[in-house]
Nanobody, 124 residues
Framework: VQLQASGGGLVQAGDSLRLVCAAS?????????MGWFRQAPGKEREFVAAVSKSGKSAHYLRSLEGRFAISRDNGENTVYLQMSSLNPEDTAVYYC?????????????????WGTGTLVTVSS
């Protein structure tokens, strides 16, 4: 499966932003558990959020719960990451990822397929 993330940009602290990841090829999109990760400058990549194949379950990095929301549209082969109350610490390249064998609780340990990233920069 090929994954293309988009929607990043330069925003101010307190703003909201929605990232989009479009999938193509591979299995049916609904066969994949989907996730978002991010990598800030000079830091390791970290898990952000995951959504189940049906979209009914989600799992988040605990520190992001309440500010970030992941969702998916299986009819459009798309997964979203809605981010609110952004702060400079959210500045990172955000990546989407897919794995047909993971459940939401295990996405944080790695994914099989990775997409291109989209840069989010939050100014203070």
């Amino acid at each position: 499966v090929q994954l293309q993330a988009s929607g990043g940009g330069l925003v101010q602290a307190g703003d909201s932003l929605r990232l989009v990841c479009a999938a193509s090829g591979g299995r049916a999109f609904s066969d994949y558990t989907m996730g978002w990760f991010r990598q800030a400058p000079g830091k390791e990549r970290e898990f952000v959020a995951a959504v189940s194949k049906s979209g009914k379950s989600a799992h988040y990095l605990r520190s992001l719960e309440g500010r970030f929301a992941i969702s998916r549209d299986n009819g459009e082969n798309t997964v979203y990451l809605q981010m609110s109350s952004l702060n400079p610490e959210d500045t990172a390249v955000y990546y989407c990822a897919a794995d047909p064998f993971k459940v939401v609780a295990t996405v944080q340990y790695g994914m099989k397929f990775w997409g291109t990233g989209t840069l989010v920069t939050v100014s203070s």
